[in-house]
């Protein structure tokens, strides 16, 4: 039987409830905010009928308004006065985010009409999505170009096997999200996957965060510590930025590969570890290996498999397929006005060239679902350059700026806002490149 939530300002006519029954409705009525948000929580609702009997007080149907806003997968239909009608928070809301609207009092038997019509509305919408979804996304990854593909074919083949991997790009598309999805579709998927970071401890912390330590080992060793290895037995460990890793450190690495075993620091016993190894950069490894910084013993060990998650600009294809679902995601999870993309701002995001990739494509397009105040996401929400649609060349000097602004942007994200690295990689002072940033207004919170 359908479910219908009722929400209701007064109480409903007892006729209109027997006739909605009588069409294989099953009801539930609220007639306040906490009632309404339980049966929320304990039901699913694809249609809800709000029905409001007196808009002369905001106050008294505002929380109407909110479950309306909030709940907006479900298919809503509004009964409510002619004078309600004219009261613009009410129009906006039945243009932006109702189905269809009824005026009171209501006919019965065109509101069951109605109501049937929503149904097959929302179930048609959900098949809809849930085959787009299967087509569009896999793994957790969303993409349909070739390249992703490929990785989608990658993360299947080692998911299969049971070997270490491999996992290149650059920073923000997707190497956590591939490394996890190679773990929850391996046989290992019911032991834990951990994920440690080699780029953000220091050799002595990784030392111990990795491999664990006794008690009394170093100064303030006050307890034993088990390591990510040992912590994660018969699951994964995923190390990310493992360019980073010390050289030492590397060197244990290798002997646990070999050995499948682990000693923690201060400790006088080898432990055996049952891991699978999954590691990713954003750095060329081999290039390490030929300058000497990274093993090369070690590169191979780990290499067996290797996979690459593509830059956003190499799949320019499925950045307004990425947008989108991204619109869909957030504005599930937060109370907006916005119904989606406008045209402008997808032209724009088409444009630009995404150097910080999915992770920035996603984070702005967060921050727009929560700053626009329009039906439509624009332009100046997603706080991207926008060049004048009517404009068909820029300046030599629009141009030099604007690569400028690109280049130092996607340096301090490959760099995680490390000024003094991001100056090197640049070739100027950290005072330079401090100007060039202010000049540019590029701050740690726009990136």
């Known amino acids: 039987m359908r479910k219908l939530l009722i929400l209701s300002t007064a109480a409903v006519d007892e006729t209109l409830l027997q006739k909605i029954t009588a069409a294989d409705w099953e009801i539930y009525w609220a007639q306040e905010a906490g009632i309404a948000r339980t049966l929320l929580t304990e039901h699913a609702f694809e249609v809800g009928l709000a ?171 006050t307890e034993r510590h088990i390591g990510y290895i040992e912590s994660a037995n018969g699951g994964t460990v995923f190390l990310d930025e493992i360019g980073d890793l010390a050289p030492e450190l590397q060197a244990n690495l290798l002997r646990f590969l070999e050995e499948k075993k682990i000693r923690r620091l201060g400790g006088a016993k080898s432990i055996p ?68 993309l406008g045209r402008e701002a997808l032209e724009v995001i088409s444009r630009y060239d995404w150097p910080g990739n999915v992770r920035e494509l996603m984070n702005r397009i967060r921050r727009a679902v929560l700053l626009s105040e329009g039906p439509y996401i624009t332009p100046n929400d ?14 030599l000097d629009e141009a030099r700026m604007a690569a400028d602004r690109e280049t130092i942007h996607a340096t301090l994200l490959r760099t995680r806002f490390n000024i003094a690295r991001a100056a090197q990689e640049l070739s100027v002072s950290r005072m330079t490149l401090y100007r060039l940033m202010e000049k540019y207004d590029i701050r740690r919170d726009s990136i």
């Open 51 to 221: 029905i409001i009997f007196s808009c002369e007080s905001e106050r008294s149907f505002q929380w109407v308004a909110d479950l309306i806003l909030a709940r907006r997968k479900m298919q809503w239909i509004m009964a409510l006065s002619h004078q309600c009608i004219d009261r613009k928070s009410l129009s906006a809301l039945i243009a932006e985010r109702c189905y269809d609207y009824h005026t009171l009092p209501i006919e019965p038997q065109r509101l069951v009409v109605t109501l049937g019509h929503a149904y097959g509305m929302a179930t048609l919408t959900e098949t809809t999505l849930r085959q787009q979804r299967e087509l569009e996304s896999q793994y957790g990854l969303v993409g349909n170009s070739p390249v992703m593909q490929a990785l989608f074919r990658g993360v299947q083949k080692a998911a299969e096997v049971d070997v270490p991997v491999l996992i290149t790009g650059e920073s923000g598309t997707g190497k956590e999200q591939a490394a996890r999805a190679i773990h929850e579709y391996s046989s290992r998927a019911a032991a834990p996957f951990v994920v440690m970071n080699c780029a953000a401890l220091s050799a002595n912390l990784i030392q111990s965060e990795l491999f664990g330590h006794e008690k009394g080992a170093f100064a303030g060793a």
């Open 273 to 340: 570890a049952n891991v699978r190894l999954i590691a990713s950069t954003n750095t060329n490894l081999e290039q390490s290996v030929r300058d000497g910084q990274f093993r090369e013993d070690l590169y191979y060990r780990l290499n067996v498999l290797h996979l690459r998650a593509p830059a956003l600009r190499e799949r320019k294809a499925d950045v307004e397929l990425l947008a989108r679902h991204f619109f869909v995601k957030f504005a599930a999870e937060t109370r907006t006005s916005a119904k989606g």
């Open 382 to 395: 997603l706080e991207l350059e926008r060049r004048s649609l009517n404009r068909g060349f820029i300046t």
